[in-house]
């Protein structure tokens, strides 16, 4: 069986705050693929990054960053210098067969 | 160049109706998934059609059901509707590649659909 896990339902920060989105996969697969995704309340899914289960090696792109743990099975998301517009719903989103969504967490960028 | 294309954005339909959602891939996709988003939750897998049969399928009733034409555009049939099926409902459309399988995945804006 696999389980996503965001225990972060909500969260607010203040622009130029750095953010970081938790998620837990749990899972008997040894191969997978872990994708984020943004949904804004245009309510499109927007691509964000996407890591292969056997590469630990962490990245950072423009703003975004990412730490993935195999032993934990933590595939955590950070924005730095966070913006207004930086405000949606973030999905952490297992790929084996088909996509595994997990409940997702509300980020709030205030000004 | 067009990305996923679902029809209507939005629909009403009244509990115990049929409705039928539309869904163009992107150009060069040929796999086409459909997820349901209920409000304040992440999007379920429904199911994935290629070469115009369903591949997988998710925990839903037959009432839900798909079909996937030559060009790959793909339609989503639900029958018999229920308030619970009040949802935006997504498609999705990838390649399908022998050796590195599923890739360039595309969601849609969706269509909301509400169920009265």
């Known amino acids: 069986a696999q389980k996503v896990t965001q225990a972060q339902t909500e969260i607010s920060v203040v622009e130029k705050e750095d953010v970081t989105l938790d998620c837990v996969y749990e899972?008997?697969?040894?191969?997978?693929?872990l994708f984020w995704y943004k949904q804004p309340p245009s309510g499109e899914l927007v691509f964000l990054i996407r890591?292969?289960?056997?590469?630990?090696q962490n990245e950072i792109s423009g703003r975004y960053s990412w730490n993935f743990q195999k032993s934990t099975s933590s595939f955590n998301f950070t924005i730095t210098a966070s913006q207004v517009v930086d405000s949606a719903v973030y999905f952490c989103?297992?790929?084996?067969?088909?996509?595994?969504f997990g409940p997702g967490t509300r980020l709030s960028v205030l000004p | 160049d067009a990305g996923v294309t679902q029809s209507p954005t939005h629909l009403i339909k009244t509990r115990g109706q049929q409705v039928t959602l539309r869904c163009s891939p992107k150009?060069?996709?040929?796999?086409v998934s459909w997820y349901q988003q209920a409000l304040g939750q992440g999007p379920q897998f429904i199911f994935q059609?290629?070469?115009?049969?369903?591949?997988q399928r998710g925990n839903f009733p037959d009432r839900f059901s798909g079909h996937q034409f030559p060009n790959y555009s793909s339609e989503l049939n639900v029958n018999a509707l229920l308030l619970g099926d009040s949802a935006l409902y997504l498609c999705?459309?990838?390649?399908?590649?022998?050796?590195?399988?599923?890739?360039?995945?595309?969601f849609g804006s969706g269509t909301r659909l509400t169920v009265v």
């Open positions: 150009s060069g996709h040929d796999t």
């Open positions: 899972t008997r697969d040894t191969t997978y693929y």
């Open positions: 890591r292969n289960s056997f590469d630990e």
């Open positions: 999705a459309s990838s390649q399908w590649d022998r050796l590195f399988g599923i890739y360039g995945y595309t």
């Open positions: 989103a297992p790929y084996g067969q088909n996509f595994v």
């Open positions: 059609y290629y070469e115009e049969e369903e591949r």
